[in-house]
């Protein structure tokens, strides 16, 4: 968190997600998010999370926005009144369109490489199957790292980029050094 801030991230996330090695818990969560300065913001991600939960989680820690990785639909996402995001687990077959389309209410749509399991997974898709004409804003995630993060912005202009396995040393472990080279090649292509 604090390597994330330094390095001048837009917005940091925490992982409501017990399977994962990222997994926080809402006290350790409630603790991380007061070293947040004002501006940057505070990202939930819950995966097929039980509403009870969820609430539970937004009445003890104070985040701005939630990311839907699982299979939740629009009205889901929207019961909990706060602005979210739903991730798209990218594949041929999918028409992204389609499913952004199927989300009125995101704020944005992001799109993360098909793996087993839901998501952190480190692996990149084709970046060919991303269509013109999205009606939502991107934000691409996805085996980002420092080594290939320019070219994703400077080839596809997202919104935003979103990493976590490319900024670790070992699964669930992250690098400093790795995540100020995120974010200094990411200011550097957008510049
Ligand atoms: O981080 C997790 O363990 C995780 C678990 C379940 C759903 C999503 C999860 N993470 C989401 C992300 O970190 C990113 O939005 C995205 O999946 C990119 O991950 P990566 O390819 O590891 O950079």
Redesign the pocket.
Same mark, same amino acid.
């Given at each position: 968190m604090d390597a994330a801030l330094a390095a001048g991230a837009d917005a940091v996330?925490l992982?409501f997600?017990s399977?994962?090695?990222?997994?926080v818990t809402s006290d350790l969560a409630r603790s991380l998010v007061q070293r947040i300065p004002p501006f940057v913001t505070r990202v939930g991600?819950f995966?097929n999370e039980t509403p009870l939960r969820i609430n539970a989680i937004l009445d003890e820690v104070e985040l701005d926005l939630l990311?839907f990785?699982?299979d939740e639909t629009d009205a889901y996402c929207r019961q909990f009144g706060r602005p979210f995001i739903k991730?798209a687990r990218v594949r041929p077959e999918l028409d992204l369109v389609e499913f952004a389309r199927s989300f009125p209410a995101a704020r944005a749509l992001?799109l993360?490489?098909y793996?087993e399991?839901? =998501?952190?997974?480190?692996?990149?898709f084709d970046w060919t199957l991303i269509p013109p004409g999205l009606p939502l804003p991107l934000i691409l @995630? /996805? =085996?980002?790292?420092p080594e290939n993060v320019a070219d994703a912005v400077r080839g596809l202009r997202p919104w935003a980029v979103?990493?976590? @396995? /490319?900024?670790?040393s070992a699964k669930?472990i992250k690098d400093a050094a790795r995540i100020a080279a995120f974010v200094a090649a990411v200011k550097d292509a957008d510049a």
């Amino acid at each position: 968190m604090d390597a994330a801030l330094a390095a001048g991230a837009d917005a940091v996330g925490l992982v409501f997600y017990s399977p994962s090695p990222r997994a926080v818990t809402s006290d350790l969560a409630r603790s991380l998010v007061q070293r947040i300065p004002p501006f940057v913001t505070r990202v939930g991600l819950f995966v097929n999370e039980t509403p009870l939960r969820i609430n539970a989680i937004l009445d003890e820690v104070e985040l701005d926005l939630l990311q839907f990785h699982g299979d939740e639909t629009d009205a889901y996402c929207r019961q909990f009144g706060r602005p979210f995001i739903k991730a798209a687990r990218v594949r041929p077959e999918l028409d992204l369109v389609e499913f952004a389309r199927s989300f009125p209410a995101a704020r944005a749509l992001l799109l993360d490489a098909y793996v087993e399991g839901y =998501g952190g997974g480190g692996k990149t898709f084709d970046w060919t199957l991303i269509p013109p004409g999205l009606p939502l804003p991107l934000i691409l @995630s /996805g =085996g980002l790292q420092p080594e290939n993060v320019a070219d994703a912005v400077r080839g596809l202009r997202p919104w935003a980029v979103d990493v976590s @396995s /490319g900024v670790e040393s070992a699964k669930g472990i992250k690098d400093a050094a790795r995540i100020a080279a995120f974010v200094a090649a990411v200011k550097d292509a957008d510049a």
